[in-house]
């Protein structure tokens, strides 16, 4: 009976191991470490772009409080600062995530290729994060837009919207920005296989110097 039991224990052991083993190497693991370091990147990054944000969330709030009565070449005006900010957060996003990581910086040589491998052999999580990603637009389109904005009386209408999309600017969108980066990052990130093609490559070319 204890030999019975003790064999039970065992295979449960071995299986639970075996599940956790297969979930880590997961195309729902694989694709989980961008949002997970898109959240890393935005809290350690945190004041300069949330600071940037405050741009167009600005604008956002001012065209929907006072845009009736803004003059035509200044709602232009602001639309266009608007657009350049955010064209200067993603081009910031990407110079500290890609341009500026040791990692990549080392090794900055074949990422077209890296990037091409890891689409043809983590194709399946690439799907599992355009799914998270658009699940996470739904629930932040859905919640706003059709659950809670009907039940705002009319009159305070402009002042919810304003508040949304003041609220939207410093942390949904710029935290898409960085989840693009991050497909992006890790997509072109050297695994160790290429680090070891790396090595044995320098390795090659300083004998051939010698």
């Not at 639970?16 to 470490?33: M, N, Q």
């Not at 080392?106 to 690439?126: G, P, T, Y």
């Not at 705002?152 to 980066?181: C, D, H, Q």
Request: with cysteine; charged share 15%.
């Amino acid at each position: 009976m204890r030999q019975a039991t003790l064999v039970q224990v065992l295979t449960m052991k071995t299986l639970s191991s075996l599940a956790k083993r297969s979930l880590d190497y997961s195309p729902f693991a694989t694709a989980a470490e961008v949002p997970r370091w898109a959240a890393s990147f935005y809290v350690q990054h945190i004041g300069w772009i949330v600071g940037l944000s405050l741009v167009p969330a600005t604008q956002r709030m001012v065209s929907q409080l006072w845009g009736n009565h803004l003059p035509a070449l200044a709602a232009v005006l602001l639309e266009t600062l608007t657009l350049l900010v955010r064209i200067l957060l993603f081009v910031l996003i990407f110079r500290a995530a890609v341009l500026c990581d040791t990692a990549l910086v080392e090794h900055r040589n074949n990422r077209w290729r890296r990037a091409m491998r890891f689409a043809r052999e983590q194709w399946r999580s690439l799907v599992v994060q355009l799914g998270m990603f658009l699940s996470v637009a739904l629930i932040f389109k859905v919640v706003p837009d059709i659950l809670i904005a009907p039940r705002i009386p009319l009159e305070w209408s402009r002042f919810y919207w304003a508040g949304v999309l003041a609220l939207k600017n410093p942390t949904i969108i710029a935290f898409t920005m960085i989840w693009i980066v991050g497909t992006l990052r890790q997509m072109i990130m050297p695994q160790p296989s290429d680090l070891a093609d790396d090595a044995s490559r320098g390795i090659y070319n300083k004998s051939n110097q010698a």
